[in-house]
């Protein structure tokens, strides 16, 4: 089994409309990350959390809000969509115990926003 | 603030060819560099890392030298196989625990 798992892995939504993107880990990770990747543009921090109780705001929060419900959870919510917020969406984790700036990605979720 | 610049691709080359994409940073501090790697239909994995320096990091038969006096971390590999297509990114990550991507180059390897 995957240890980093997104749900779901495609979604086409119409804006105005709210939507969440969940993540679950299995490795027993305190951080977690949120990112959206558009072409040419890399991959852009969207939000991240070091642990349950703090969250903390990336490059480009806007529009968006997260929610830390347990350890091995962190979900990305679109308050109220957007076109321009169309884009391949990755959960990532890491351990700051050891290698902190290794992080270990799920497989992405691509969001179409009309 | 911290940035990284890649080539832009696509990089198209016939297998067995020699690769090179180049990056180049721009940061506070003493950073960690790393190359990560995005096969189709995935999520992003660590490539390879270099932690100070003058440091060479390895795998796969990819190499990236670290070089502090030109900002540098360019990933080399000597024959490329058709394999290794897919999407490299340049990142960088400092004191403040984040890592900073570049915008990724596309390579894909004819047979």
């Known amino acids: 089994d995957a240890d980093v798992t997104q749900t779901p892995r495609n979604r086409i939504t119409k804006t105005g409309k709210r939507i969440m993107l969940e993540c679950s880990q299995t490795?027993?990770?305190?951080?977690m990350y949120w990112y959206r990747q558009d072409p040419g543009l890399g991959l852009r921090l969207i939000y991240y959390?070091?642990?349950?109780?703090?969250?903390n705001k990336g490059e480009i929060s806007d529009g968006y809000s997260v929610s830390r419900q347990a350890q091995a959870k962190f979900s990305l919510s679109l308050e109220s969509a957007i076109p321009n917020q169309t884009a391949l969406y990755f959960c990532?984790?890491?351990?700051?115990?050891?290698?902190?700036?290794?992080?270990?990605f799920g497989p992405g979720t691509r969001l179409l926003v009309l | 603030g911290n940035s990284v610049t890649q080539m832009e691709g696509p990089v198209t080359l016939s297998e067995e060819a020699f690769l090179t994409i180049n990056c180049t940073y721009t940061?506070?501090?003493?950073?960690?560099l790393f190359w990560y790697v995005q096969y189709p239909g995935e999520g992003l994995q660590l490539l390879l890392k270099?932690?100070?320096?003058?440091d060479k990091g390895s795998n796969k038969g990819f190499e990236a030298t670290y070089r502090k006096e030109t900002t540098s971390f360019h990933l080399e590999k000597g024959s490329v196989q058709v394999s290794d297509s897919a999407v490299y990114f340049c990142?960088?990550?400092?004191?403040?625990?984040?890592?900073?991507f570049g915008g990724g180059t596309r390579l894909m390897v004819k047979p």
């Open positions: 990532a984790t890491s351990d700051p115990s050891r290698e902190w700036e290794t992080q270990y």
């Open positions: 490795k027993g990770h305190d951080r």
């Open positions: 959390s070091f642990d349950v109780k703090d969250i």
């Open positions: 940061a506070t501090g003493y950073p960690s």
């Open positions: 270099a932690t100070k320096a003058d």
């Open positions: 990142a960088l990550g400092n004191a403040g625990n984040m890592l900073t």
